[in-house]
């Protein structure tokens, strides 16, 4: 590398201080033929002098991300030279945008959530009703579950191994917690938290027939929908789900996915960051 003329040095005093300060970070980038002699803070000290002494420029593009605004300032001498100062503006736009700067990042993340997005459409399994309800359990319920039969979801499916059918319900046990936690904590009424129709049912059942053992585990309580799928567990809800048409669920769901997809343009799915 051919050795840089600077128009003005950094002071030794500057180099000194900062040198000493990076030398104490841990993980910072190192080219792989300094790296062996980059173990410890001293040895790491004299590599970030050599560069302030005589590559300042790639010492601002390797590490002026870790600067400090007062540190910083202290290569403001230096701005004559043009990659120098190129560097120093890129690094100050970082540390305090314009209002021209933060509108291009904008449109600049919104146009690449948009672009994931589509992606995300087209591979058809992110924007799962499945998918969607692992991530947004509660607004799911608000939207659709309510409207469907629980049990049916602790079902064995077919191909399902055993081993992965108890996983699932498990993972289905972990869900309704959550929904019923949200709805306490919102004041839903109690005879509207989800599963309460099977809780009533279960509770008539323990009353009729004794000695039937230990409270059912929520793996258990799913366990038991495989053996009662056939008996309307709550008269009211079957008539409500009875009430909408396929048509009318539908639209429930495509509100839902909707919802979830702007969300997810506003940087709320908190799966995906920028």
């Known amino acids: 590398m051919k050795e840089k003329r600077l128009s003005g040095p950094l002071s030794g005093e500057a180099m000194e201080k900062i040198s000493e300060r990076l030398s104490s970070l841990e993980n910072l980038y190192f080219p792989q033929a300094l790296q062996s002699n980059a173990t410890y803070p001293f040895q790491r000290k004299a590599i970030f002098l050599d560069l302030l002494s005589r590559y300042t420029e790639l010492f601002l593009e390797r590490y002026g991300s870790q600067l400090t605004c007062n540190e910083l300032s202290e290569f403001d001498m230096l701005e004559d030279d043009y990659e120098i100062s190129w560097h120093l503006k890129h690094l ?39 998918a969607m309800r692992d991530r947004e359990p509660c607004l799911h319920h608000e939207y659709i579950g309510k409207f469907q039969d629980l049990s049916g979801r602790g079902m064995a499916r077919p191909g399902e191994r055993w081993s992965e059918t108890l996983l699932r319900r ?4 972990i869900l309704v917690t959550k929904i019923r936690r949200e709805q306490q904590r919102l004041g839903v009424a109690e005879r509207d938290w989800i599963g309460n129709d099977r809780n009533q049912e279960e509770e008539e059942d323990g009353e009729t027939k004794q000695g039937s053992g230990n409270a059912h585990s929520a793996v ?34 495509d509100q839902f996915t909707y919802i979830m997809q702007q969300k997810f343009l506003v940087g709320e799915d908190h799966k995906h960051f920028d």
């Open 92 to 130: 100050r736009s970082l540390m305090s945008p314009t209002s021209e700067e933060l509108r291009t990042k904008s449109v600049t993340v919104k146009n690449r959530r948009r672009a994931y997005l589509d992606k995300l459409i087209s591979d058809g399994q992110y924007f799962s009703e499945d």
């Open 170 to 173: 498990s993972e289905e046990a």
């Open 220 to 253: 258990t309580h799913l366990k038991h929908s495989d053996e009662t799928v056939g008996t309307p567990s709550n008269p009211e809800r079957d008539n409500e789900v009875a009430t909408l048409s396929s048509e009318e669920l539908q639209d429930w769901m």
